[in-house]
């Protein structure tokens, strides 16, 4: 071993000295009383160590790397002051708190967490209650929010905050969360390459997840339900969506999944089910709907105009009241290759796909397009007979608008 | 009054109309059942079934069964008895046991299916309870045609007219007058005339309780507002039965006037 080798021990055995954490514990009865006294006592890297207890505090503010964590889930209550906790270092992980009663404010957003310019964070197993921002993300980079329950009692969306708010930051993992009567589930804005995955996000009162202006983002396995309007993705380039539950968003201006200027997206393995209009796109393209599965909603798909270069192939479209309902003439997207539960066609040849192309749009989806009062005429005979005769020679409804290899048989 | 609606009534069980109009339900509801396993998918096939077929049924029976039993209705006339008695009689006996053929032809079916232990009950007695209105409406219409007009040919004509009329032709207009008159705020309107034809009010009635996810959406709020409260529920049931006693109150008042 050489000289300047064994000085390299020598320096990184000094540093592990250094950086060797301690452990500060707070608790009812120890000397350290409150949490804002262990962290402001506490060196860099050492984990603060929270027993057992209620904590009456807000204002916590987190500005050098450390790990705060709760041993058998003490309760923070910030008793409606504002802020409960705020990170401004990197190498910051909070673990295992209950956090309730943040202040409600219509001036400023108060949080239960938020983060502010930090890097390398970790929050997780965190339960938030009474809240009005949950876990704010502020110009964030590299961190994690697992496991974290967000149960919210909004009942107005002025005055109610959202789930888990994204704002500037990138390369985040949003995962395992459960998120309910909050007003946005989760909410990004101007934020890439984030990865939100097998969240729940439920009865909330605007939408389960909202994308505004946020690029290269992932989201798969996460399961959205009975939400006011559904998922919005709006604004936003190459967002990946797949394997997501879309169901019971019902109402009169609700839907599973909201896609309003999205280009170059894929949406591959969803299932959309009970929703009133399974998708709606408005101005997106290049978009792939691969492998989904459309079950018993109103509309599974409803094109507003404007989308072009969209290729929607190998879906199953079962039992929706309208298959799809698009607007307008022009027609430039391919549907191929789809199981319709509506197709009555036959396959003389055997190779799995009809001989006869189906025509997802029905006459009456587009009347009811342009007059929606018609809808009470759903199902009646009259209707039958003329969607019947659409079918045989199309007038109103776009001629190419077909698919010409519709399966035979259910796509697995 | 009840012997003539026994007569009647035996005599469509003898003439095994009834078996062959209960064993078609009976197998329908089988298929059904066969084909989906699900009880609730089953009860929207049948509902397309029912808003047809039954009021068709309805009429030609009732038209059939009025000009085939003419001597005999001229032979009672000819006796000590009321007239409303003797059409009433006869009326009921056809309209009760289409009713019968129906309700128990579907609810067999459904009962061994395991009706009673599913969520689907209150669905599918609604949907027997409008067959069954569908049918007495359907059969009054049918008994009038055939009372006001003594060439049969006619009166043939002028039931499949009616039903057809009020199955499609009716929808037809409607759509047109909504189409048309589509700059106007059309909810009540449309609430209006669903309410004036039975088909289409039964059909409206079961929807909003099975596949109400479309009819949800934008203006579908209305309906459902309607439809779906029980003020709604009781108002579509008056209307049924102010559809079933007009027709019924005509015949009685025209069967005494008229000259046999």
Not at chain 2, 219 to 224: D, E, N, P, Q, V
Request: aromatic share 14%; proline share 2%.
């Amino acid at each position: 071993m050489g000289k300047k080798q064994l000085f390299f021990v020598i320096i990184m055995l000094l540093i592990g000295v250094k950086t060797w954490a301690s452990t500060i514990t707070v608790c009812k009865t120890c000397p350290i009383k409150t949490i804002q006294e262990g962290i402001s006592q506490a060196s860099d890297f050492d984990t603060v160590l929270v027993k057992n207890g209620t904590y009456n505090e807000f204002n916590l503010k987190i500005n050098k790397p450390l790990t705060l964590m709760g041993e058998g889930n003490p309760i923070i209550d910030g008793g409606e002051q504002g802020e409960i906790i705020q990170i401004m270092a990197n190498n910051v992980t909070i673990d295992g708190f209950v956090i309730k009663n943040v202040g409600t404010s219509y001036t400023s957003d108060y949080a239960a967490i938020r983060v502010i310019g930090s890097e390398d964070f970790l929050i997780q197993n965190v339960k938030l209650e009474k809240l009005f921002f949950g876990i704010y993300l502020e110009k964030s980079k590299n961190g994690m929010v697992l496991n974290n329950t967000i149960q919210g009692d909004a009942k107005d969306e002025y005055n109610s905050g959202n789930g888990i708010q994204l704002w500037y930051s990138q390369n985040i993992v949003v995962a395992n969360n459960s998120i309910q009567n909050v007003r946005d589930g989760i909410y990004l804005e101007f934020s890439d390459f984030i990865t939100i995955e097998h969240n729940y996000s439920g009865n909330n009162l605007r939408y389960g997840l909202h994308f505004m202006f946020s690029n290269d983002d992932v989201y798969k396995g996460n399961t959205f339900e009975n939400n006011g309007a559904g998922v919005a993705v709006m604004f936003s380039k190459r967002i990946d969506m797949h394997g997501n539950t879309f169901k019971k968003n019902w109402g009169t201006a609700s839907f599973g999944l909201l896609l309003k200027e999205i280009n170059d997206a894929e949406i591959s393995g969803n299932t959309f089910e009970e929703n009133t209009v399974g998708i709606s796109i408005e101005g997106s393209n290049r978009i792939v709907y691969r492998n989904n599965d459309f079950i018993s909603n109103g509309w599974a798909i409803k094109v507003r105009g404007a989308c072009y270069a969209n290729t929607i192939t190998n879906n199953n479209f079962l039992y929706n009241s309208f298959d799809l309902a698009y607007n307008g003439n022009l027609h430039d997207n391919v549907f191929e290759k789809n199981y319709w539960s509506d197709y009555t066609g036959y396959d003389l040849d055997r190779d799995g796909f009809g001989d006869v192309p189906y025509r997802p749009v029905k006459l009456f989806s587009y009347i009811v397009n342009r007059t929606p009062e018609t809808i009470i005429l759903l199902r009646s005979l009259f209707m039958d007979i003329i969607d019947f005769s659409e079918k045989v020679s199309p007038v109103f409804t776009p001629d190419n608008l077909v698919d010409a290899k519709p399966l035979m048989k259910r796509n697995k | 009054m009840i012997k003539i609606l026994k007569y009647s009534f035996y005599d469509l069980m003898r003439s095994r109309w009834s078996y062959v109009y209960f064993l078609f339900y009976l197998l329908l509801g089988f298929v059904l059942l066969f084909l989906n396993n699900e009880l609730s998918k089953a009860v929207i096939t049948l509902m397309n079934v029912i808003i047809v077929l039954v009021p068709l049924i309805g009429t030609i029976f009732g038209v059939m069964y009025f000009y085939n039993s003419k001597e005999f209705t001229e032979l009672l006339l000819a006796q000590p008895i009321k007239r409303s008695s003797i059409f009433f009689g006869q009326y009921l006996g056809v309209a009760g046991s289409l009713t019968m053929s129906l309700v128990l032809g579907l609810g067999i079916p459904f009962a061994l299916y395991g009706l009673f232990e599913s969520n689907a009950i209150w669905d599918f007695s609604l949907l027997l309870i409008t067959g069954a209105f569908l049918t007495m409406i359907f059969s009054g219409l049918a008994f009038n045609i055939a009372l006001s007009n003594e060439n049969k040919i006619k009166g043939f004509g002028y039931a499949v007219l009616s039903w057809l009329f009020l199955a499609v032709i009716y929808d037809g207009l409607f759509l047109m007058s909504l189409i048309v008159f589509e700059q106007y705020p059309l909810d009540n309107f449309s609430l209006m005339a669903t309410m004036f034809n039975p088909i289409d009010l039964s059909r409206t009635l079961i929807l909003l309780k099975l596949d109400i996810s479309a009819l949800l959406g934008y203006t579908g709020a209305i309906f459902k507002q309607f439809f779906g409260t029980n003020l709604g529920v009781v108002i579509s049931l008056i209307m049924l039965s102010l559809w079933t006693l007009i027709p019924v109150w005509r015949l009685g008042y025209k069967s005494k006037r008229k000259d046999f």
